[in-house]
């Protein structure tokens, strides 16, 4: 008995690795998809000791050394110093970790709730539940998402987790009209049909039948996304509407910065250039994704 | 010289698990005004033979190891591309399985027969039609393939037609080209048995009157009896046997050909055998020798260690079997 | 006498389209005894697709009745009780799409054991390993497989052994092997009258495949637009078919061989183009093509009439408008 189980097991797992490398060899045939990876691994990494690889942890936080404000990149400070004397390196590679929060909290809040719905709508194609779903979708979609957050910040008072949950507010539809239009179309296969017939209960069809065939474009979309929303919280911070200084922020860094331009470049650009580098390797990565997902034809 | 001849053809895929070895030396031979069936189940090769000699296999992930493809006696793969659309606009057309996916849904019939028509006489030694001569052209084309109304079938979009009319269009579409070659790849399996047998017995009737070769490819037994005159079984990317239809049929003698034969249904009512032992083989890596020994009920040391030739086993019938060997 | 398993009485399942309303199924009747292998055979707008989804509950009838054991089943399947969702099932046409192409072969068997609660959950592994053996796959290679990586007459196989799963009674095959190799249909076919006898079932087989019918079933029941045409046991139904549009069916069966050419009828070769179910020709539906046709065939809709023990007609030509 004993040992059946532990066989099961044992074929499960075979074959779960076989998968995985199947899946590396597809993504890992465009070098550029690795590269993105390897950037995104470098990125978190540092992130997440930060606290330990960073010349000078101090500087993310209430730190002010007015003597040695405004200089240019050398040896000591690589990216140089800002207005008030803090390390604009140590402060980027700080400012990633706010930069990837967001990302993770409102991909983790926005897209769950989208893709339970797109799923319940596409089960009930054709009913008033549908309907009803997808109108309310349309409604959210039709607002523009810079406004709809900026109006959201600004009404409750400007700070990082309600930047979040602004965002987060936005992004749900966009997951419930991709799951929609992929289970819709899966709804009337012979694989659905049998798992009703059979007398599966709904919620087994919507997550145990449906939900694995909506993977794919989900895990694509979400890691393109978190281009997007990091490039959004950038925005809002740069306008004033995200973390509060001293927290640092790659936006707000942006726009402080941007007054000094061009005679002290350093500050300004250095954390540009951060954000362009995680969005690019978010979309690199994410084109990865998409190979390996892609149905080959023999 | 034979109108078209496959010679040692082999085509393998690369894909992430390796090399598929699919077509290994396949032979064909179509003779001008001859009528010719490949009969074969999935996976045997038929579909890449076809691609190949229609020069459309997607390269990569295929790629043709080695072999000739030779029309006229001049080989296909080696062609130019001008050469090629020569051919495909003089010379050859096809007929596939599934109407749906051969017409475009957003033109009308009329309009796709009126291209075809203007673009077979385009090229090279230009001929110059009048409208309404095109027109009469198309119109007499949808007749011939017995369609009712054509005058208002030119007028439809393929969606509104039923299955049988819209592979009515593609034949019309692949005869009003007074083509020499026509590859008919499973015309009618996605029809229903009775328009099946009115289809068929109009492509008989017209490559007959045209005199022009066909080379029709199949997994139905029955069809080939009735529209050909000679027959090739394939089997894991070889033709393991070729004859005169009829003499075929009625005594195969490779043992996947038997094993065929015995596995279908026969409306005498003898009941059906268990199919053919095991399973098609993994194209990764594929059996020594003969392909087929793994599954033989006749296997012999021989048959493990090299891939047997035709052997003759009748008048004009070849098998490729040890067990005729003289 | 054995009780009926399966009586449709008067079916008969009307869709709403653009077009208008289409009769798919206009009132048929028919009786399956248990252990019957009972052919539908029909071509495009027959109906025999939409009579097993009604059966099995795809939709709910528009009227008549079905009865399963005696027990009226004629609704929606989300209305049915689940003992007889467990009694009562189906093998879909495509192999490719009904299984699930994201979930290994050892998920999809699970589904109806959980469902239904066969045995406890340690021994459901065994009994799915038991399930693919009785369908001669190799348990322990295909349990961790993924559909794409069988082949079609296999993932047919696997579907089998999930429509067994449950032990039914009777169970539907939607033209199981219409889309695969003969050899391959060979094998699944020798194994499905092997099952039949050893776990008394019952099977009705929709198909087009008249040949096969002929080897397989012991009746055969031929549809066209709706109606059923011909009902009878199969040697019967070969060697004497009836209705014109059987031996319409029978004259166009691509055969192999001399012997079989001379017994089909020859008289019926195939003409016209099947109506579509939204334009029905009045009358008996078959006229517009029938060789046999009369003078009132384009007027009168015949009944169905049992001319032979066990063999029923639909046509006029057979008796007069007054019964004969």
Redesign the interface.
Known sequence: MWQEKRADLAASFALRRRSLAKGWYKFSRNPLSVVGLVALVVIVLATGLASYITPYPAHAGPYTNFKAAGQPPSWEHLFGTDRIGRDVFTRVIFGYRFSLLLGIVVLGLGVAPGVILGLIAGYHRGTWVETTIMRVTDVFLAVPPLVLALAITAMLTPSLLNEMFAIALLWWPWYCRLVFAVSSSMRNQFFIREAEFSGASEAHILFREMLPNCLAPILTKMTLDMGIVILLGASLSFVGLGAQPPTPCLGTMVADGAKRLPGEWWSTIFPALAIVLVILAFNLVGDGLRDVFAVEEV | MALLEVKDLCVGYRIFEGHLRVLNRARLEVDSGERVGLVGETGCGKTTTVKSILRVLPIPPAEVASGEILYRGADILRMSHRGIRDLRRREMTAIFQDPLQSLNPMFTVGTQLRDILKDSMGGRGRGRLSRREIEARCIAALHETGMPDPERIMHNYPSQLSGGMRQRVCIAEALSREAQLLLADEPTTNLDVTIQDQILRKLDELVDEKGTSVLIITHSMGVVRDLTQRMYIMYAGTMVETGRTKDLLAAPRHPYTQGLMESVPRLTGVGISDGIPGRIPNYLDPPSGCRFHPRCIHVMPVCKETVPEFFSVGEGHVAACYLYRS | MPESILSVENLTKCFPTKQGLVRAIDGISFVMAPGDTLGLVG??GSGKTTTAQCI???YPPTSGDILFKGETIGAA??RRP?HV??DL??V???PG????????I???LS??LA??RVGTS?DR??RMKALLEMVELPA?EY????PQAI??GEKQMV?LA?ALA?NPSLVLLDEPTSAL???????I??LLIRLRRELNLTYLFIT?????M???ASRVAIMYLGKLCEIAP??EF?EHPVHPYTK??L??????????EA??PHKA???G??P?PVNIPPGCSFHSRCSERGDFCAELDPEMREIAPGHVVRCNQRYGPEGE
């Open positions: 071509e495009s099995v509950g795809m399947f989300n689940k969702k467990g099932r189906i879909f046409q495509d799409s009904s299984l699930n192409p994201k979930r290994t050892k998920q999809i589904v109806p469902v239904h340690r592994l065994a322990d349990l961790y497989k993924y082949g079609g579907a999930r449950t190799d003969v050899s391959v249909q060979a094998k076919i020798n087009h495949d008249l040949s096969l002929r080897n397989v199969t040697v070969f319409m069916l004259s166009s069966i691509p055969v192999v061989s001399d012997e079989e017994l089909k070769i195939s003409k183009e099947i579509s």
